[in-house]
């Protein structure tokens, strides 16, 4: 992992088409802008993660669904 220090307005070059740029810095966070081209998807960490992980608890409760042992343990709060 590369580490460095920005102020604001300064950039960063990743590669020859993406350029990330500090936008402002306040307090604990820091506002950037990636200019990238289209084809390259850029997502944020945090979210994906919690996606991830609701689609996990969605499969696990679709799976327990189809069974009537599970169904019946629950409507009697087992």
């Not at 499969?59 to 019946?72: H, Q, R, V, W």
């Amino acid at each position: 992992m590369l580490v460095l220090t920005r102020k604001v307005g300064e950039r960063v070059l990743i590669g020859d088409d993406i350029v990330v740029t500090i936008l402002d810095s306040r307090g604990d966070g820091i506002r950037i802008g990636i200019d990238a081209p289209r084809g390259v998807r850029i997502q944020r960490d945090e979210v994906i993660k919690a996606i991830t992980e609701a689609n996990q608890e969605a499969t696990a409760a679709a799976a327990s669904a189809d069974d009537p042992e599970a169904l019946i343990k629950k409507s009697l709060g087992l």
